[in-house]
T-cell receptor
Framework: EPEVTQTPSHQVTQMGQEVILRCVPI?????FYWYRQILGQKVEFLVS????????KSEIFDDQFSVERPDGSNFTLKIRSTKLEDSAMYFC?????????????FGQGTRLTVV | QKEVEQDPGPLSVPEGAIVSLNCTYS??????FMWYRQYSRKGPELLMY????GNKEDGRFTAQVDKSSKYISLFIRDSQPSDSATYLC????????????FGSGTQLTVLP
């Protein structure tokens, strides 16, 4: 069964360092997303991406964050200068269709720990 | 008022029980409603997806949406220990909007 894969599963980084979280969405999907979940809190939307550009982003997704689809398979989230409060599970998701028919499938997540 | 509210539980039931999980929401523009299951430290897994008001059944799972009351439910029949997880409701607007707005999740334990 097709699935969204994320690497690494756990990333520890020092405050102020840059991190890149990687995702391989399901191959025939066109829409890609990043969500995050701080321990014990809700899953929160960060950004959606379609046709090589950002289509929506939340207030959380500030200038420290960027996304890229560097090739035909990978989708990355970069955090330029990590802060302690960036520690969270980061989930990549993808969906086949647009608009409200948004059956998004999630990866297993990357646990980011900023020390 | 929070956009999506969900009782966090924890909810503990005996095996075989019928489980009822619920969410309320404040934004009447939400049109698409999902239920996800999340095991500890794993990604959310899509269980059910419904559009607008009505019921949808899939095996032991039934999703209900009542847009007039801004209330959605997930029923699990003949619950099993393997159903023990956190259940997240999520919803999205119509049109080109794609972001999911999640509830906080209900932690369910089914006791053998």
């Amino acid at each position: 069964e097709p699935e969204v894969t994320q690497t690494p599963s756990h990333q520890v980084t020092q405050m102020g360092q840059e991190v890149i979280l990687r995702c391989v969405p399901i191959s025939n999907h066109l829409y890609f997303y990043w969500y995050r979940q701080i321990l014990g809190q809700k899953v929160e939307f960060l950004v959606s991406f379609y046709n090589n550009e950002i289509s929506e982003k939340s207030e959380i997704f500030d200038d420290q964050f960027s996304v890229e689809r560097p090739d035909g398979s990978n989708f990355t989230l970069k955090i330029r200068s990590t802060k302690l409060e960036d520690s969270a599970m980061y989930f990549c998701a993808s969906s086949e269709r647009s608009g409200g028919a948004n059956e998004a499938f999630f990866g297993q997540g990357t646990r980011l720990t900023v020390v | 008022q929070k956009e999506v509210e969900q009782d966090p539980g924890p909810l503990s039931v005996p095996e075989g029980a019928i489980v009822s999980l619920n969410c309320t929401y404040s934004n009447s523009a939400f049109q698409y409603f999902m239920w996800y299951r999340q095991y500890s430290r794993k990604g959310p897994e899509l269980l059910m997806y419904t559009y607008s008001s009505g019921n949808k059944e899939d095996g032991r799972f039934t999703a209900q949406v009542d847009k007039s009351s801004k209330y959605i439910s997930l029923f699990i029949r003949d619950s099993q220990p393997s159903d023990s997880a956190t259940y997240l409701c999520a919803m999205t607007l119509s049109g080109s909007a794609r972001q999911l707005t999640f509830g906080s999740g209900t932690q369910l334990t089914v006791l053998p």
